[in-house]
């Protein structure tokens, strides 16, 4: 039985991993989950200098899923080379590196202090997150930008690009080719849809930066959708992901049209929830003895 | 016992509700027995917490209950918590023999070996747990711990009115000294003006609380000089320092984080006061 996978030149064991920022570098949740059982690892969002994030709460609970402000918190690209990167390496998966930046110069200096590292498979560029002000979701929704940022981004990489879009748009497939024209290796989707709550009790909003990021079970169907559209919009392999809790999830996604599938808010929920999907996937393969995941993948 | 989150060989557990009973109104007393061979058990320190899952998958994130007092030898984590929503509400109709999903136990708790040898805490001093409201529960294991260290402790609980949830388990290990919001019994006002009025010096203080309360402990303990640590809470996602959800603002620059924030499930949930900025 084959479950590996061709993804944009990068051979995957099997066609799991990881939704940035909802497993950090892999190194709290590999007390609970096997990271050797998985496809690859994405890394929470990094920069080319260490972010605050945004105030608290950064996080609630809503029917069928969450709502995040993290606003990209991390330790920058010096740290995360020498000490996460590091810790990586000490399992047989292949590492994915999400980027981030306030303008095109930041991605370029993360990208290009981060091209040292041979143990780094892909990057995957995120220019959809909805709680940072400036970068992030202002390139994610502007096809001419997403063109222009992904042409600039693979001129300096040195491994090959996935950009990850923003579910906030009006048609999907018009990203994915602005990403593809401007020379993607591989498009990401979705992102978080822009949320709010009220604290009805407090009478205020439930996140200090009033709106979040959708996650979880809740946005499946809508992340289904894009991946179904995206995917058959262009030529290059898709990364799906959004609500994706089980195996039979992750098979709805992989004949949907993606390549790879990423599993995100169910992590908070089962801490072993990439290694059962990954399981999953192999039960049903032997359930209907299919012998290479190839055979099911974009066949609808 | 350093828990930052890396090889303590915890999972999200499946464990036996023992007992639950309504305390106080809307507080919950809920006993959990995990397997006999979860040995990551066995390394639970006060002031650490779990976090509880609502098990018919209606709610996707867990909910932060600190431990109240932890029975290593049956495997037994006895939790005390207050209704306040949709989980809290989904727990308390718990009995005996229903089961739970939890993970156990998660964070940093007082290691008071290490309290004592940072602080230069002579054989004789005073550890002053201060709890107020629904932060009461987490001071009973502190007092608990030092009772068998032979410490002397003082516990100095908050409470609404004369309804002391949990004041005879605590009068076990033990003084206590009581405050209350409508001076119905103790002294009437804050659990400050209890200590004051008790004229009971403080070496050390331990505190778990609403956050008005934590600060006003924070800077009582920095004017008087008396090295104070405070349990904090925050909105959580993982519970396990992947997500950076429940962080909290640093005087200095974190060590796992390298910016002005660290995380309360994983660096926390007690620190020292001076550390954070409440
Ligand atoms: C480290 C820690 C220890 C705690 N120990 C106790 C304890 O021993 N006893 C007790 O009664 N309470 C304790 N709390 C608070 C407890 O976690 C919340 O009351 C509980 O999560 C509320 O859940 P709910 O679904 O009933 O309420 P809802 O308001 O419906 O919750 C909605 C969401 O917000 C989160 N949330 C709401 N209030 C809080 C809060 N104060 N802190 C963190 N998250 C919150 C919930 O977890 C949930 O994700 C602790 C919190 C933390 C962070
Ligand atoms: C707490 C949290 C943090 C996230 N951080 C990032 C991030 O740093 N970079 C990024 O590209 N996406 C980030 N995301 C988005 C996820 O990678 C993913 O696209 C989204 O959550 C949908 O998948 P899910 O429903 O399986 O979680 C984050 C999501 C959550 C819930
Ligand atoms: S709750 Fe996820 S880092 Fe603390």
Redesign the pocket.
């Known amino acids: 039985m084959n479950l590996s996978v061709d993804f944009a030149g990068v051979k995957m064991k099997n066609p799991v991993t990881t939704c940035s920022g909802t497993f950090g570098s892999g190194m709290e949740f590999s007390e609970f989950a096997d990271l050797n059982m998985l496809g690859a690892v994405t890394t929470k969002g990094v920069a080319s200098v260490p972010w605050e994030g945004n105030p608290t ?1 950064r ?3 809503t029917t069928g899923g ?1 709502l995040n402000a993290i606003g990209l918190q991390n330790p920058g690209v010096d740290v995360f080379l020498e000490r996460d990167m590091q810790f990586l390496k000490g399992f047989d998966t292949k590492v994915i590196v999400n980027v981030c930046g306030h303008s095109e110069d930041e991605y370029l200096d993360a990208v290009e202090k981060l091209n040292v590292e041979d143990a780094i498979s892909l990057y995957e560029i995120n220019i959809s997150c909805p709680n940072v002000k400036s970068g992030g979701i202002a390139f994610g929704t502007d096809p001419k930008m997403v063109e222009k940022i992904t042409g600039a981004i693979k001129k300096v990489s040195k491994k090959p690009v996935i950009m990850k879009l923003s579910p906030n748009v009006t048609d999907i497939k018009v990203m994915a080719q602005a990403a593809e024209s401007g020379g993607a290796d591989a498009i990401s989707l979705i992102n978080t849809l822009t949320g709010m709550k009220i ?1 009805i009790n407090r009478r205020s909003f ?1 996140l200090a930066n009033k709106t979040g990021g959708l996650s979880g079970p809740a946005i499946k169907p809508v992340a289904l959708r894009m991946v179904y559209e995206a995917s058959h919009a262009v030529n290059i392999p898709v990364l799906g992901m959004g609500g994706i809790q089980t195996a039979e999830d992750a098979l709805e996604f992989l004949m949907a049209g993606a390549t790879m599938v990423a599993v995100g808010t169910a992590n908070f929920n089962n801490p072993k929830a990439t290694e059962e999907v990954v399981k999953g996937i192999e039960a049903y393969m032997e359930r209907y003895s299919v012998d290479d995941i190839n055979d099911l993948i974009k066949i609808l | 016992m350093n828990n930052n989150g890396l090889n303590n060989n915890r999972s999200r557990e499946t464990a036996l509700v023992i007992s639950q009973e309504e305390i106080s109104e809307g ?1 919950f007393n809920l006993k959990i027995k995990f397997r006999d061979d979860y040995t990551a058990l066995k390394n639970t320190l006060p002031g650490q ?1 779990v976090s509880l899952y ?1 098990s018919d998958g209606s ?1 996707l ?8 007092e932890a029975n290593v030898e049956d495997m037994v984590l006895r ?13 308390s109709s718990l009995r005996s023999d229903d089961t739970i999903d939890v993970i156990a136990p ?2 940093n708790g007082y290691d008071f070996d290490k309290i004592i040898s940072e602080n230069n805490l002579p054989d004789d001093a005073s550890f002053v747990a201060m709890g107020g409201g ?2 009461i ?2 001071m009973l294991g502190v007092v608990k711990k030092l009772h068998e260290m032979g410490k002397k402790a003082y516990a100095v609980l908050g409470y609404r009115s004369n309804d002391l949830f949990l004041i005879d388990d605590f009068k076990k290990y033990s003084e206590v000294i009581i405050s209350t919001d409508d001076g119905s019994v103790g002294t009437k006002g804050t659990v400050i003006d209890a200590l004051k009025a008790s004229g009971v010096k403080a070496d050390v203080i331990l505190s ?1 609380g609403p956050l008005p309360m934590l600060r006003g402990i924070s800077s009582y303990a920095s004017e008087n000089n008396i090295p104070a640590y405070v ?7 993982c519970g396990i320092g992947a997500c950076l959800g ?1 962080v909290c603002k640093t005087v200095d620059v974190d060590e796992h984080s390298h910016v002005n924030n660290t995380r ?2 994983t660096e ?2 007690v620190f020292r006061s001076s550390e954070v900025i409440l």
């Not at chain 2, 994130?61 to 109240?68: E, K, M, N, T, V």
């Not at chain 2, 939790?79 to 727990?91: P, Q, W």
């Not at chain 2, 349990?231 to 996602?237: F, G, N, P, T």
């Open positions: 709460p996080v609630i609970e969450m604290d439930a | 507080i917490f609502v709610m994130l867990p909910r932060p209950i600190s431990i109240c939790l005390v918590y207050r209704v306040v929503g949709s989980g809290t509400k989904a727990f998660l964070g629904i932060g529960p987490p778990c349990s904090l809470e925050e909105h959580m996602a429940c309360i499930c926390g949930p």
